[in-house]
């Protein structure tokens, strides 16, 4: 059993969990307690399911935080391909409520197949890895659901019963205890640490590391403004920082950097944790072309940070816009030790609109641009996350007018804020 699976058990009856049906229904949350719950409501989570149906969940909570995140990233794909086909998954978290860096995560199992042999079978194999098992007991007819966490891995003796009690949501979704320095990254050395620990089973870390600076970016401002221009893909940013590369005489970067594209493909593959250091790791870089280029001319740039932290936060918060951190979080600060611009525009474009334009591009979709699409709540999330990051904040502008009008009107909030 791994360190940090003895440090949960003691406090395992203090933990909520958490069940996500779907990605636009709230989570279904229930606590677990040992003694008697009396008449407190029983927990939603059963709420559908069949009179033969049996339950279980899967929580990932290894030591080494790199091979935890690839082993849960692969752990779907796993269950899907192992488990009888009427065994259906669903996204489940436990954590400690208002506990930074308690949340575990996993799936929770519902098996339809008329035996439960081959499933329980399974599950057991899993516990030699860093997998906590626990099977249901569904009340029936007034008694009480229980939990029983599976605690020996050559059979099915658990632990004490635990009641199962209905609770209500936290006031900020769980994923927001784990999203610092995990889902976005507020410093350098804590993107670059990632990277350096999963060299060995990434072996294109290696080459991304070597096109690292030796540490941020420590120089002062440059002389010269630095402007972003934000917004999902269609909005017309390409367009516009071309021409404003040429109407100021100005420098165009892009971050993600061009020196990474050779492994973007690769790291797109990768969980979270190890995806965002990797675009993390690219804004440094980002920042140390600003600063050099900087000193001699403006400098426009196709991305920054912002793209980075609000993809990240929607991604990991699931559900409706009110799941977000409060506007104000500490998950929203700009990155001390990172470059900050000198004004940041962010585009903005009628859903449909922005659709019609992707279509006459023709290009492929990333996987994040696909999920815009078919998931409006996805969409209003990263849209709403742009707005609340500080530090400095987003300029919004309407980019439906001609892209000459856009320019123009990009231009006077240039002359306005920067001078130029």
């Known amino acids: 059993m791994t360190r940090r699976t003895m440090a949960l058990l003691p406090h395992w009856s203090s933990r909520v969990f958490s069940v996500e049906p779907l990605e636009e229904s709230a989570p279904l949350y229930f606590a677990i307690q040992e003694k008697h719950p009396g ?32 082993f849960y990233w692969e752990l779907k794909d796993k269950l899907l391909r192992e488990l009888p086909s009427q065994c259906h998954l669903c996204p489940m978290s436990s954590f400690l409520p208002d506990v930074k860096g308690s949340l575990i995560r996993g ?13 329980e079978e399974y599950l057991r194999s899993l ?20 939990q029983r966490l599976w605690t020996r891995p050559d059979c099915l003796e658990t632990s004490k019963t635990h009641f199962m009690v209905a609770t209500e949501a936290p006031e900020y979704h769980p994923s927001t205890l784990n999203i610092i320095n995990s889902d976005v990254f507020y410093s350098f050395q804590e993107a670059r640490e990632v ?32 402007i972003v221009l934000e ?61 050099r280029e900087g000193m001699k001319k403006p400098v426009i740039v196709d991305r920054f940070w912002h793209s980075t932290a609000a993809y990240a936060i929607a991604t990991a918060v699931g559900g409706p816009v009110c799941n977000l951190p409060a506007e104000g979080s500490e998950l929203y600060r700009w990155p001390s030790d990172l470059l900050q611009p000198s004004l940041v525009i962010l585009l903005t474009l009628d859903p449909e609109e922005r659709k019609r334009r992707l279509r006459n591009r023709g290009l492929e979709k990333t996987g994040e641009e696909q999920e815009l699409d078919h998931n409006r709540l996805f969409r209003l999330r990263v849209e709403e996350a742009y707005r609340r990051i500080s530090g400095p904040a987003c300029v919004t502008l309407d980019a439906s007018p ?11 909030l240039i002359r306005g804020k920067c001078h130029l």
């Open 195 to 226: 990277l350096q620990k999963c060299d060995d089973i990434i072996p294109e870390a290696a080459s991304v590391l070597e096109q690292l600076p030796s540490g941020p970016e420590a120089r002062s401002k440059p002389d010269f403004p630095v």
């Open 231 to 291: 917004g999902l893909d269609a909005t017309g940013k390409t367009t516009l920082t071309e021409s404003l590369r040429d109407t100021l005489g100005a420098v165009l970067l892009r971050s993600p950097p061009q020196c990474l594209s050779p492994w973007r493909a690769r790291f797109d593959g990768e969980p979270p944790l190890i995806r965002r250091a990797f675009y993390a790791l690219g804004n440094y870089i980002t920042a140390e072309q600003i600063g």
């Open 402 to 412: 001609s892209a000459d009008q856009v320019l123009q009107q990009v231009l006077l």
């Open 107 to 119: 799936y929770f199992l519902k098996d339809s197949s008329e035996t439960s042999s081959d499933t």
């Open 39 to 70: 008449d407190k409501p029983p927990p939603r989570v059963f709420g559908k399911l069949q009179r033969s149906d049996r339950c279980y969940s899967l929580l990932v909570c290894g030591d080494d935080r790199i091979r935890r995140a690839k």
């Open 127 to 146: 516990q030699h890895d860093p997998v906590l098992v626990c099977s249901y007991v569904r009340g029936e007819h007034g008694h009480l659901s229980t």
